[in-house]
Each structure stands twice: as structure tokens, then as C-alpha cells.
Antibody, heavy 120, light 106 residues
Framework: QVQLVESGGGVVQPGRSLRLSCAVS????????MHWVRQAPGKGLEWVAA????????YYADSVKGRFTISRDNSKNTLYLQMNSLRAEDTAVYYC?????????????WGQGTMVTVSS | DIQMTQSPSSLSASVGDRVTITCRAS??????LNWYQHTPGKAPRLLIY???ILHSGVPSRFSGSGSGTDFTLTISSLLPEDFATYFC?????????FGQGTKLEI
């Protein structure tokens, strides 16, 4: 069964760090570009970051560039998002998603999300 | 950056209605336009990719059209499970921008 399971969310103070994980199963992780997408309370979806299948290319939204780092461990079938210098505006549900190049790069598989709350 | 603008932001409808949601890109994106359905507490679901191709398992009452800058998502006859929020997304460039969403309400 194809599955993405996020973990690592929680409540954190402004300026602190948090690392999210996304455990993948049911497909060959090493074949796919992966993404993080977030949804702040009452807001729409916002793309956060992407990483190519082998980790050689990474892309970030301007809102997180320089503070967040996306990475992957293909031996563990796991995607990560290291979030530093967190701000109140980073409060959101964070989803990991698989990009399917055969679908014009649409995100065909998503996790259920993990909530991050940045608050003092 | 490419901006994606959806309209309307919310829509009231009834079971059996036909509804159309529009999405406009700030520059031409070819057919690199996708539609997603999102219900609170659930993972977003891919409905349509490449502007008009129905993703596997998605009912045929959903359809998409458009190219360049203007796109539409149509649901031909609403069922109760269709009341959700719908997002468009461009995958033309590496900013993967989403529209702000259209909340479909009873």
C-alpha cells in the first residue's frame, strides 16, 4: 500500500528548530522527486520545498529560503524538513507529497500531515 | 513568480448542481495545471493533471479544461462527498504555486 506518514510536529517557541520526517512505503522512493507543502490555519496550500530523487537538486519557497532545509535518506525511505529560526507565520499543517513526472509533475500521493505550532 | 488566482473563493450549491471553478495564471503555463480536492483532516487528493486528464479513480463527473492562462474545473452533478475545498496548482516552474482555494459549501 502506497503511504506517506509525516511525524515530528508539535509546539515550539519562536526562534527554535524542529525536524519533520516523512516515512514512505509502497513504492520505490528513490525514483521520485518529493515535496513539502503546508497549510496555515484558515489559509490555502503553500508549496514549501522540493528535492530531486537523488537529493542533488533542492528548491525552496522564498518564505522559507535560508531557514528550512529539505533532505532525504533513500536507504531509510524517509524525507526530512529541518526548520530553523521558526516564526509564528510558520504555524501550519505540513504535508509531504510525491511528484509524478508522468503526470506533468502533479503531486499524486500525499500524507495526512503533521501540525506545527510556533508560539511562545 | 507565477501567481494563481481562483474564483470564486467560496461557492454555495446543492446536491445535483453543476458547478464551475476557474483558475487564472499570471503568465502562460501551457497545460501544467492540476486540480486537488481537500477535506479537513484528510490528505489532499489529486483530481486532474495536465489541465484535463482525470487521475486514476476520480469519478467522471469531474472534468477540467483550459490552456495558457485560463482553466476551469467542472463538477457535473454534485454529490454530498464533493463538498470540500478545491485548489489549482501550476507545475510549469519550480515554484509550484497553488491557487488560494475555492470552498464548496452546501
Amino acid at each position: 500500500q502506497v503511504q506517506l506518514v509525516e511525524s515530528g510536529g508539535g509546539v515550539v517557541q519562536p526562534g527554535r528548530s524542529l525536524r519533520l520526517s516523512c516515512a514512505v512505503s509502497g513504492f520505490t522512493f528513490t525514483y521520485y522527486t518529493m515535496h513539502w507543502v503546508r497549510q496555515a490555519p484558515g489559509k490555502g496550500l503553500e508549496w514549501v520545498a522540493a528535492i530531486s530523487y537523488d537529493g542533488s537538486n533542492k528548491y525552496y519557497a522564498d518564505s522559507v529560503k535560508g531557514r528550512f532545509t529539505i533532505s532525504r535518506d533513500n536507504s531509510k525511505n524517509t524525507l526530512y524538513l529541518q526548520m530553523n529560526s521558526l516564526r509564528a507565520e510558520d504555524t501550519a499543517v505540513y504535508y509531504c507529497a510525491r511528484e509524478e513526472s508522468g503526470y506533468d509533475f502533479a503531486f499524486d500521493i500525499w500524507g495526512q500531515g503533521t501540525m506545527v505550532t510556533v508560539s511562545s | 513568480d507565477i501567481q494563481m488566482t481562483q474564483s470564486p473563493s467560496s461557492l454555495s450549491a446543492s446536491v445535483g448542481d453543476r458547478v464551475t471553478i476557474t483558475c487564472r495564471a499570471s503568465q502562460s503555463i501551457g497545460n501544467y495545471l492540476n486540480w486537488y480536492q481537500h477535506t479537513p483532516g484528510k490528505a489532499p487528493r489529486l483530481l486532474i493533471y495536465a489541465a484535463s486528464i482525470l487521475h486514476s479513480g476520480v469519478p467522471s463527473r469531474f472534468s477540467g479544461s483550459g490552456s495558457g492562462t485560463d482553466f476551469t474545473l467542472t463538477i457535473s452533478s454534485l454529490l454530498p462527498e464533493d463538498f470540500a475545498t478545491y485548489f489549482c496548482q501550476q507545475t510549469y516552474d519550480n515554484t509550484y504555486t497553488f491557487g488560494q482555494g475555492t470552498k464548496l459549501e452546501i
